[in-house]
Nanobody, 124 residues
């Protein structure tokens, strides 16, 4: 079992930055690929970014490529999402998820564990 807790969300103006954190407890965190998803009101949950066990491989949604960076510190059992040049359309609840496989899935159903989410609101 892996327990995930997100933090770092908040209200920011367009063009600003936020760094989200996903802290894990439980089983060895370095054995899990981790992804960030987001869900806006009335919309389906969508893939944002993912990172492999080692951190050497990453994958990004086209909508955030070049603006967001996913990274991990396995010694701290934490994955980060640095979000720059934020846009109002980035407004959503952001979730981290962990998968025992080392495949950077873009499908929510492929992930085994989820956090409770953190709200990101970008004002125009």
């Amino acid at each position: 079992q892996v327990h995930l807790v997100e933090s770092g969300g908040g209200l920011v103006q367009a063009g600003g930055s936020l760094r989200l954190s996903c802290a894990a407890s439980g089983r060895t965190f370095s054995n899990y690929a981790v992804a960030w998803f987001r869900q806006a009101p009335g919309k389906e949950r969508e893939f944002v970014a993912a990172i492999s066990w080692s951190g050497l491989n990453t994958n990004y949604a086209d909508s955030v490529k070049g603006r967001f960076t996913i990274s991990r510190d396995n010694a701290k059992n934490t994955v980060y999402l640095q979000m720059n040049s934020l846009k109002p359309e980035d407004t959503a609840v952001h979730y981290c998820a962990a998968s025992i496989t080392n495949t950077l899935w873009r499908i929510p159903g492929r992930y085994d564990y989820w956090g409770q989410g953190t709200q990101v609101t970008v004002s125009s």
